[in-house]
């Protein structure tokens, strides 16, 4: 995604954001609140029209499309906050995710997603609303996967969550992406995406200040204090 810019009537929320995934890897895109994040990944997700800008998965243009479609082309969204039915059991949301895969596969993908997080399984057929909020989490990464993405957008997994379970969705967010999936992932909590991102992206004010290897961003923390604050890097 190049140069994306979006607005809210007179907000220009988002003035410049380029970022990009790649198959296998984790993209992790740092910013305080209000940076522009979510309105990006929502954008390119097919959720907001943008302004400007150019967006494309595997060399096909994508930006102005609607959800419905980005997902049918490879690229799925887990929202920020998770977005769980909760009167749903677990297995009645993952099929939900599957609306725009074909039918016959459901079943299929279902099973590969226990697999992956074998909790789901345990808990099938119980309602949503009762899991913990990182097996909810769990829960969004495979509704999501239910159409088989090439590409999954991530808004916050960890936000809400407790220090150990952020550990573990992290390594979820890790696993996922070693099965061939790309990640972008937006995210608060530098410290635990940083010891699974590949590379990172960090926007300010609605535009992308500095892109690089990961390794370069815990080492340089400078750039991410710069935007996040003294205490956003443990050391
Ligand atoms: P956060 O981490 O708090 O979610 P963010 O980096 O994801 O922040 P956005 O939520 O994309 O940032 O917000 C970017 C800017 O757009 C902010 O100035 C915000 O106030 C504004 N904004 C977001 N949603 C709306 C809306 N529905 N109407 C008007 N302005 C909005």
């Not at 809210?8 to 003035?15: H, K, L, S, T």
């Not at 979510?38 to 302004?51: C, D, E, I, Q």
């Not at 959800?67 to 490879?74: D, E």
């Amino acid at each position: 995604m190049k140069d994306l810019q979006v607005s809210y009537g007179p907000v220009n929320a988002v003035q410049g954001v380029s970022f990009g995934a790649e198959k296998g890897k984790v993209t992790v895109v740092l910013g305080a609140n209000g940076a522009g994040k979510t309105t990006s990944l929502r954008a390119v997700a097919g959720f907001h029209k943008p302004r400007g800008g150019t967006a494309s998965l595997d060399g096909k243009s994508i930006l102005g499309a609607p959800a419905h479609r980005v997902v049918r082309q490879g690229m799925s969204l887990v929202p920020e906050g998770r977005k769980i039915f909760f009167p749903l059991t677990v297995e009645e949301n993952l099929r939900i995710g599957g609306y725009a895969a074909p039918r016959g596969s459901h079943d299929t993908a279902i099973d590969g997603i226990y697999d992956q997080f074998p909790i789901l399984r345990d808990r099938r057929e119980m309602p949503a609303g009762l899991l913990s909020g990182g097996e909810q989490q769990m829960l969004a990464f495979g509704r999501a996967m239910m159409s088989q993405p090439r590409v999954m957008l991530m808004d916050e997994p960890s936000m809400g969550l407790a220090p150990t379970m952020v550990d573990r969705v992290m390594s979820s967010v890790r696993a996922i992406a070693d099965t061939g999936i790309a990640i972008l992932m937006v995210e608060q909590n530098a410290d635990a995406s940083l010891e699974i991102a590949d590379s990172v992206v960090v926007v300010n004010r609605g535009r992308t200040v500095w892109s690089g290897p990961a390794t370069e961003a815990r080492e340089n923390t400078a750039i991410v204090h710069a935007v996040l604050g003294e205490t956003a890097l443990d050391g």
